[in-house]
Each structure stands twice: as C-alpha cells, then as structure tokens.
C-alpha cells in the first residue's frame, strides 16, 4: 500500500488558472508537509501542518494555500497560477518532529 | 533561517570505490539531520539520519558523521553500487512540534560499472 500518494502526477495548465494538488497519507501521521522542487533539484519547504499549527514559510505567495479536511488528507490549492509556479511539488508526512515520508511528487506545468 | 550548503553538486566513482558527501550548516541550533536520495522520477527517501547527541551512525554501507562545534556532517557510502546512482540531499532541522527541514542543494552521484 502506498503510504503518501498524490494526485495528479502531472498537470500541465495555463497562466491564471486556479489548481488543486490532493495528497493524502495512510500511515496515521499528524504533520503533513508540502514542499516545492525547482528545476535546479533545489527542495524548499512551504508548509507544514497539524490540526494544531498552520507553518507556513515566509517567501510563499499567498496564491497558495493548503486545505486540509482530514488529518490523512493536506491538499495544496494555488490561485492564478503563474510560469515560475512551475516545479515539483512534493506532500510529506511525519508523526510530530519525527521521520519525514514523501509522496511520488506532481509535477506543475504552467503554460 | 537555516542555511545548508552541500557539497559537490556531482560525483563520479567506480563500482567498488566509496563516496563522501559534505554538508555545512548555519543555525547552531539545529539538532536533527537526516539524508534523503531521490531516484529519478520519485520522491526523496530518508536513508540515514543522525540527531545532535550522536557523533556518528552506520547502517550496512551507509554511515554519518556529525561535527557540531564545526557544524558539518558527512554521508559515506562504501562499496559502491551502480543502484547507488541517484540524488543526495541532506537536511537539517530543529527540534519542535513540526520539524521543517532545510535541504541541502543535492549531489548527482553516479556509480561508473
């Protein structure tokens, strides 16, 4: 069974559309994550979540933001999308402060 | 905010030969350090990890180091193999109700048969 899965793995859209990434993880954690991966490999996180606390790195537009209607579920909606929004975008999941586990990644085309 | 610098960005070594791969941190509170690969295509999988208390760690092939007064730690990967091949990235982090990681810019690492 997979432990974090995201849907879609690509998406390929237009300049000032509005997209949803849905992630969602089945090993019972209460952090999720979202990171982004750049075309140069370079990872940077952008959130970090549980029903608690709402992380949220400082250099993200706020076209983005994550929705999370479950503790299993940490879905990244982005608003007006733009040609640098183009990356990967990966969902991790950790209990608290431990090991982090990241889903297959979805790879973000903006036309 | 952390900063981590790796080092190098690409290496090549025969089968058999071992591998060092470098990193250097900024925020002297940072106490947990994780290595992840990324085969091509997937997400980043932790393969070994190491908290402050520790000056080093092994696991079969793989072993960290961690030198908190110079704040640097190192992946050695010995014996080489050509499944190997991938992307390295290390990280760091501090302790805290969500550990956020600060990654490493990665290091291509391939294994010549």
């Known amino acids: 069974d997979t432990a974090v899965s995201q849907t879609p793995k690509y998406l390929v859209t237009q300049m000032g559309n509005d997209k949803s990434i849905k992630c969602e993880q089945n090993?019972?954690?209460?952090?999720m994550y979202w990171y982004k991966q750049d075309s140069k490999k370079f990872l940077k996180i952008m959130f970090s979540y549980n029903n608690k606390e709402l992380i949220i790195n400082e250099t993200v537009p706020n076209r983005f933001s994550p929705k999370s209607p479950d503790k299993a579920h940490l879905n990244l909606h982005i608003n007006s999308l733009e040609l640098g929004d183009s990356a990967v975008y990966f969902c991790?999941?950790?209990?608290?402060?431990?090991?982090?586990?990241f889903g297959p990644g979805t790879r973000l085309t903006v036309l | 905010g952390e900063n981590v610098e790796q080092h190098p960005s690409t290496l090549s070594v025969q089968e058999g030969d071992s591998a060092v791969i470098k990193c250097t941190y900024s925020?002297?509170?940072?106490?947990?350090f994780p290595w992840y690969k990324q085969e091509l295509g997937k997400g980043p999988q932790l393969i070994i990890d190491i908290r402050s208390n520790v000056g080093e760690k092994k696991d079969q092939r793989i072993a960290v180091t961690l030198n908190k007064t110079a704040k640097h730690f190192s992946l050695h990967i010995t014996e080489t193999q050509p499944e190997d091949s991938a992307v390295y990235f290390c990280a760091a982090a501090r302790s805290g109700s969500a550990r956020q990681l600060t990654f490493g810019s990665g290091t291509q690492l391939t294994v010549l048969p």
């Open positions: 991790a999941s950790s209990q608290v402060a431990n090991t982090q586990y």
């Open positions: 090993l019972g954690h209460d952090t």
């Open positions: 925020d002297s509170a940072s106490n947990y």
